[in-house]
């Protein structure tokens, strides 16, 4: 058998610059994928219609450059076209090399197999299997990318975490709170715990003031959830108790060293569900894929429900 390499200075400045690491990761995968599958003989044969697909030529092409020849197959520049984008001419040239061979080293690998193997049943039922699969995941992919709503509303998340609360227990309590920690000695404290304690907006704003002006350990938030326990961890032990958890109670304690004000607005109990601002990612996620199971679903409802009424099919009795 004669192989011949062709040299990659064969490419045009043009071709070796179309050569992108994207596109080269992902023939990396694949090889990787390969390397697996050529333990068994199912994957020898899938790697046979991957390299097919890619230089199946027995004469070359008129017009187009053979960057390698394995037996009377042909691999050419344009089967890497759009493999190097945003590269340097000599890294592309260096990638081309470098699938160069591998497809040489595959080919010759799919001949050794070819010449050892005999396409039983068994390989080609797996094969057709094969082929078959991925040609069904490119059309359903494909209408899914033309049918699936991908906008998923602030009340279709609220929805779902309501009907399905009991799935998001959170074995972690939390808590929406104002709290400022600040060292006694710092001028002000006085006003602070007023302007703390004060229902007045304006008040609030020297709250933040005051902490932004200070070293101060502080969350002004109200609509942030935190970990209750690392909110007790800033606080002398015990200092919490169940009516500043349930009744919005300020807590407003000394300790040798610093000042402590609190008011919790929402506890949520590690037994109870974990706040929907923590899981909202998570539900919009599942939402997304069970609508996209619906396409599916319909679609192949449909499909069978249109062949059954045209008779396109016959199932036998086995019996």
């Excluded at 279709?156 to 309501?162: L, P, V």
């Excluded at 002000?188 to 007023?194: E, V």
């Excluded at 609509?223 to 209750?228: A, H, P, V």
Aim: net charge negative; hydrophobic share 35%.
């Amino acid at each position: 058998m004669i192989t011949t390499i062709v040299v990659t200075e064969q490419l045009t400045r043009a071709e070796a610059l179309w050569i992108s690491p994207e596109r080269n990761s992902g023939h990396k995968k694949l090889t990787n994928k390969k390397e697996h599958r050529m333990r068994t003989t199912l994957g020898l044969l899938i790697i046979a219609l991957y390299l097919t697909s890619c230089g199946n030529a027995e004469i070359p092409e008129e017009g187009k450059k053979p960057l390698a020849k394995v037996g009377e197959r042909y691999l050419y520049a344009s089967d890497l076209t759009g493999m190097g984008a945003g590269l340097s001419e000599q890294d592309s040239l260096y990638q081309v090399k470098i699938y160069t061979e591998q497809w040489v080293r595959d080919e010759l690998m799919l001949n050794v197999a070819e010449d050892n193997i005999d396409a039983t049943e068994e390989i080609e039922r797996m094969v057709y299997e094969y082929k078959a699969t991925l040609m069904m995941n490119a059309y359903e992919e494909a209408l899914i990318n033309q049918r699936l709503d991908s906008e998923v509303t602030p009340q279709a998340i609220a929805d779902y975490y309501t009907q399905n609360k009991e799935q998001y227990q959170a074995g972690i309590s939390w808590v929406r709170c104002h709290f400022v920690k600040v060292k006694r000695e710092v001028d002000n404290i006085k006003q602070l715990k007023k302007w703390f304690k004060s229902d007045n907006g304006v008040d609030f704003e020297q709250v933040k003031l005051f902490c932004a002006q200070n070293k101060t350990t502080h969350i002004l938030n109200e609509d942030l959830w935190i970990e209750y326990d690392k909110l007790e961890s800033e606080l002398p032990e015990g200092s919490i108790s169940s009516r500043h958890r349930t009744q919005q109670a300020i807590l407003d304690r000394m300790d040798d060293n610093y000042q402590y004000l609190l008011q919790i607005f929402e506890y949520r109990d590690k037994e109870d569900a974990a706040p929907l601002v923590q899981v909202q990612e998570e539900i919009q996620r599942i939402i997304l894929h069970q609508r996209r199971n619906k396409i599916l679903q319909d679609l192949r409802r449909d499909i069978f429900e249109k062949a059954k009424k045209e008779g396109g099919f016959e199932i036998y009795d086995v019996n």
